[in-house]
T-cell receptor, first 114, second 114 residues
């Protein structure tokens, strides 16, 4: 059973470009979370999705950021018109849900905005 | 929303000593408290968790205690080894109806000197 897969591991973008981060949850997991990590700031919640539904996006900026988890395929975190302040590690985690709260994290995507 | 405070931010111990990391939470409805370990450049991984109906849980050299009245919980590592060196994150979440969102502390960097 493969773990949570994130790609790319490293992503370099120039200011104004778009960044697309992908996350394939573990097999059988229907809950996906996106967290952002800055040095010495811990893991900041961004968005929580279940298949085809956004459950909670209270941690995600209203502008430029969007997320989806389609019926088929990986979850996508999309950042439009990136700025230098978007540079961070973005972690995806999945869980089976329903009475099993354990999160399994991917290896993260390090986004660098030049 | 939930707020989790974690202390200390850095902890340096000698091999064989014990290490204690403390967290407080704000929402008395929180009922699930996991701890994650993140080694340098790697993904966070669950090491132990505790639910609100339990006061203490042990797994070999690690243990977690929970004081619901005071709204704080702690991670205890005994007989520390160099491979315990990592960043440790506590989290708190309300688990109900199949949905939950863990809120993480800022992390504790544990350094075990051989």
């Amino acid at each position: 059973n493969a773990g949570v897969m994130q790609n790319p591991r490293h992503l370099v973008r120039r200011r104004g470009q778009e960044a697309r981060l992908r996350c394939s949850p573990m097999k059988g997991h229907s809950h996906v979370y996106w967290y952002r990590q800055l040095p010495e700031e811990g893991l900041k919640f961004m968005v929580y999705l279940q298949k085809e539904n956004i459950i909670d996006e209270s941690g995600m900026p209203k502008e430029r950021f969007s997320a989806e988890f389609p019926k088929e395929g990986p979850s996508i975190l999309r950042i439009q018109q990136v700025v230098r302040g978007d540079s961070a590690a973005y972690f995806c985690a999945s869980s089976p849900g329903i009475r099993n709260e354990k999160l399994f994290f991917g290896s993260g995507t390090q986004l660098s905005v030049l | 929303g939930e707020n989790v405070e974690q202390h200390p931010s850095t902890l340096s111990v000698q091999e064989g000593d014990s290490a204690v990391i403390k967290c407080t939470y704000s929402d008395s409805a929180s009922n699930y408290f996991p701890w994650y370990k993140q080694e340098l450049g790697k993904r966070p991984q669950l090491i132990i968790d505790i639910r609100s109906n339990v006061g203490e849980k042990k797994d070999q050299r690690i243990a977690v205690t929970l004081n619901k009245t005071a709204k704080h919980f702690s991670l205890h590592i005994t007989e520390t080894q160099p491979e315990d060196s990592a960043v440790y994150f506590c989290a708190a979440s309300i688990s109900s109806g199949g949905s939950y969102i863990p809120t993480f502390g800022r992390g504790t960097s544990l350094i075990v000197h051989p």
